[in-house]
């Protein structure tokens, strides 16, 4: 899955904090986390190295607020497809799976960021854990909302098949993953959707 590049960050208006997260956003999704290091945090926000300890105490306390700000903003287009308002509750399982064209894969920010930690980073994994639970219950939510005969079920099966597809297009670089597994999606919500409520949902080929 990618996500939407953030904006490059640069002087004046905002404050320094504010331009400190948005260089994490920039720079931990695209380079990494590891690979990113203060100095140049510091120079793609434009802060001394007192500006930025007085906001962020360590490089990994940033970590933890650049996955909160994704989390509170939302920023990441796959999982913005459940909230649409112009598509049915199946349609609206299917479009996760849809590949963002033209754009560099990187995954999830926040399986990123816990296989970065490697066990390290103890909240970090407690923010990726919450974040994963929450959007499975929003794929069963969904699922119930579509009229699904099992929505706890099918809300599970759709996490794992998203989740491997965020991880093969990752290591890959390639979209193809997500195609394949919109597919596997519709067979499933073929399956368990109750007959009185079965919308249009076929993938397209």
Excluded at 11 to 39: K, M, S
Excluded at 112 to 140: I, S, T
Aim: aromatic share 6%.
């Amino acid at each position: 899955m990618a996500t939407a590049e953030p904006a490059k960050t640069s002087r004046g208006g905002r404050g320094a904090r504010e331009r400190i997260l948005q260089a994490a956003q920039e720079l931990f999704y695209t380079r990494g986390i590891h690979a990113t290091g203060v100095a140049a945090l510091m120079d793609a926000a434009h802060v001394s190295p007192r500006t930025f300890y007085v906001h962020f105490p360590t490089k990994n306390a940033l970590v933890v607020e650049y996955l909160r700000r994704i989390e509170a903003d939302k920023t990441i287009p796959a999982e913005a497809e459940l909230d649409r308002a112009d598509l049915p509750p199946a349609q609206r399982l299917l479009a996760i799976f849809t590949p963002i064209e033209g754009a560099l894969i990187r995954g999830c920010p926040f399986h990123n960021a816990v296989v970065e930690g490697a066990g390290e980073l103890p909240d970090v994994a407690r923010l990726a854990q919450h974040h994963k639970q929450v959007f499975r219950d929003r794929l069963v939510a969904t699922a119930a909302e579509a009229g699904a005969a099992d929505p706890a079920v099918l809300g599970r099966q759709l996490t794992v098949l998203f989740e491997g597809a965020n991880a093969l297009a990752a290591s890959c670089n390639d979209a193809e993953a997500f195609t394949d597994a919109r597919r596997a999606a519709a067979t499933l919500l073929d399956a368990a959707l109750s007959t009185g409520t079965r919308p249009t949902h076929r993938a397209a080929p």
